[in-house]
């Protein structure tokens, strides 16, 4: 892989040449050499202009594009532009666009109107990307590829076609070999639902009442799949033709595709990061919540990422949401990259005039005159270029890890139970408590390895193998401590409830040391626990805890469970593994928190517990860079700690409203 211009790129920004006259390109040129950028992405969404015709290539637009902007020093990111299928495809191939879950046809009009499996889309695909890395790939300027765009955004669990079925009863066919095994894993004796053949499985289209849980969880591991091949199908092309690096852009916590199975296939992770969203106000994300999508991305492949399209105006289509105030568009600029980010890409260059994002607004205005989005990043950019230089793939030395998992969340998707769960929103919430103390985090997958951490937290373990079973077990065994949450171990991996016994069934049991006999789902019911003879607030869930060899921590203080056990702890082998049967409020989460941060380095310091203020850290081999965020709309003081030593000359121990500072720390 060729990755020799990495070290030079740091900011960038999404353009659309194809929109605006040839005569304005210099001048964009110009304005985004005095921005600070490095590095432009084109062409994702311009396969009609390319190839207007069947078989009629034309890049020489690109190719003025390029030649103008190497004048300026700008390195290029190509994109396979297959979210956006031009109409003369579709009208030769009308079966190329996707069929809903109620059996519709899904049309031509928007974006990602097609099926990711049918045969006629993928030949074009392989004959466009053929001829597009074939004529770009010796040009000096491209530094890389991104392959679609937000792959798994825009319609629901993809395409439920004829294709898609007959890819999916060869999933199933390889995955369970016999149909009489899926008959048995899918449980399909219920509901006189069992299969004779592998053809005639359907895709699970909407039904008269009710769904097998095992059979969606399959389709959804399928869709991700499918994704994943999809992307894969375009990059072996590239890489035949070029050794630069291969980039997909991501979108936090999405869940149509296991993110940490598509970053096996990129050489860095990018995402888009919309902090404004459709929001009537941005105090409604919780800063935590912006954090966490960045803190994941960092963790689908353990290693710094880039930002492909970073806010910097009004976000809306139909809908707007609301204008940044002042300085907030280089606090989230900032806040990416302390979180990770090695490139941050602005989305984009200049509103546009015309189609579904007219209002979704970039640097320039429609006007294309610079105006206060311009100056203000103008003035970040050239601030924060020297830091980037410096702490060019510095990472943060996490001991806390959080266990993400898309089978869990395509599970308790399928059966929340409670209409107000979410097992994304489960892992939030700890994330936040976490984020609240300030003690950094990384997401982990159920494969990840856990040697290196302290703590593991895994919210919801609903769908529990063997695998993973043991997994929790010897790492708590070799010292590690294990926080597990109500709604773990009820189900194998195939979606079936586990019957080795009382909840949370087979080894977990030993390793919590409880039983679970009951359970209650509190619908719109408030309930308190009691912790340190205090009663906090709790919803959602009440698993009712036995304790076998576990000590209580907390007693459930409402209904006929008053004075159970609700959070526990119990000591196995050279560890600790903890159990919370229920949905803790924030307060409570931190109260216990601080508790077991007495038992593990977690490096709590009150003195940087401010509401509002984030410090998050990356480090090299000798130096800790420490961004201190105000995320407040007033200015903060805080107690610097020991060896900060100012990185920007101006600073002191006060941060203004939306204002970064940044110390540094010899290790």
């Known amino acids: 892989m060729n990755l020799s211009a990495y070290e030079k790129i740091h900011f960038g920004v999404d353009y659309y040449p194809e929109h605006w006259p040839k005569e304005r390109w210099k001048k964009d040129a110009t304005l985004m050499k005095e921005l600070g950028i490095d590095v432009i992405r084109i062409a994702e969404f311009s396969w009609s202009k390319y190839e207007p015709e069947e078989g009629k290539y034309d890049f020489s637009l690109i190719d003025e594009v390029i030649e103008l902007m190497s004048e300026y020093e700008f390195k290029i990111i190509l994109g396979t532009p297959s979210a956006a299928p031009p109409a003369w495809l579709i009208k030769k191939y009308p079966d190329v666009q996707p069929i809903d879950y109620e059996g519709k046809r899904r049309h031509f009009g928007g974006r990602h109107h097609a099926c990711q499996s049918n045969k006629h889309l993928r030949d074009y695909i392989d004959k466009y990307v053929n001829r597009f890395a074939d004529h770009f790939s010796d040009n000096e300027n491209v530094f890389g590829w991104q392959i679609d765009n937000e792959l798994g955004n825009s319609h629901g669990d993809l395409c439920y076609c004829d294709s898609c079925q007959e890819e999916f009863r060869k999933w199933l066919k390889n995955k369970y070999g016999t149909i009489n095994e899926l008959n048995e894993k899918w449980g399909t004796v219920f509901w006189s639902q069992g299969y004779r053949d592998f053809d005639e499985i359907i895709a699970p289209k909407i039904t008269v009442t009710g769904r097998n849980p095992s059979q969606i969880l399959d389709w959804k591991l399928f869709c991700s799949d499918l994704i994943v091949d999809f992307h894969k199908h375009q990059s072996s092309i590239i890489r035949r033709y070029s050794d630069k690096p291969i980039t997909h852009n991501f979108m936090g916590f999405a869940n149509k595709v296991n993110y940490f199975d598509l970053a096996e296939d990129l050489e860095f992770v990018s995402h888009d990061q919309y902090p404004g969203l459709f929001h009537t106000d941005f105090l409604h994300v919780r800063n935590s919540d912006l954090a966490a999508a960045l803190d994941l991305m960092r963790g689908t492949k353990k290693q710094p990422y880039w930002i492909m399209e970073q806010q910097s105006g009004i976000t809306g289509w139909e809908i707007m949401g609301r204008s940044p105030k002042p300085g907030q568009l280089s606090l989230w600029a900032g806040q990416s990259i302390a979180h990770g980010a090695d490139c941050v890409v ?67 998707e399928i059966q929340p139970h409670h209409p107000d769960f979410s097992y994304t929103e489960q892992v939030k919430n700890y994330y936040n408590a976490f984020h609240s103390l ?22 919801s373990q609903y769908l529990m193998s063997d695998k993973l079973e043991d997994k929790y077990c010897e790492y708590v065994n070799q010292g590690g401590q294990l926080i597990l949450t109500m709604r773990s171990g009820v189900k194998d991996e195939n979606n079936i409830c586990r019957t080795s016994g009382s909840l949370p069934c087979g080894r977990l049991t030993e390793l919590l040391g409880i039983e679970i006999l009951e359970y209650d789902c509190l619908r719109d019911v408030l309930g308190t626990v009691v912790f340190e003879n205090k009663n906090y607030d709790v919803d959602i869930w009440a698993d009712i805890l036995s304790l076998r060899t576990a000590k209580e921590l907390a007693t459930y203080g409402f209904e006929y469970y008053q004075g159970e056990p609700s959070i526990t702890v119990n000591e196995f082998g050279r560890g600790k593994a903890y159990y919370i049967g229920t949905n803790p409020s924030k307060e409570l989460l931190i109260k216990f928190i601080k508790l077991i941060g007495e038992d593990i380095d977690l490096n709590l310091n009150s003195k940087l517990l401010i509401d509002g203020v984030e410090f998050v850290s ?25 060896g900060w030593v100012d990185y920007f000359e101006e600073q002191s121990s006060k941060i203004k409203p939306y204002q970064i500072n940044v110390y540094k720390k010899s290790l």
């Open 346 to 412: 602005f989305f984009r260059w200049r509103n546009c005039i015309y189609g579904t994002e007219q209002y979704w607004h970039g640097i320039l205005p429609h006007s294309g005159i610079p105006g206060r989005n311009y100056n203000e990043l103008k003035e970040f950019i050239n601030k924060f270029k020297p830091l980037m230089e410096k702490i060019k793939g510095a990472m943060p030395q996490n001991k806390v890890g959080i266990v993400f998992s898309y089978n869990q969340e395509y599970a308790l």
């Open 438 to 459: 300030n003690i950094p985090v990384d997401f982990l997958s159920e494969d990840s390895d856990f040697e290196n951490y302290n703590l593991i937290v895994a919210p």
């Open 618 to 642: 990356r480090q090299d081999e000798n130096t800790e860079y420490i961004f201190a965020l105000n995320h407040n709309e007033k200015t903060v003081s805080f107690e610097r700690l020991e």
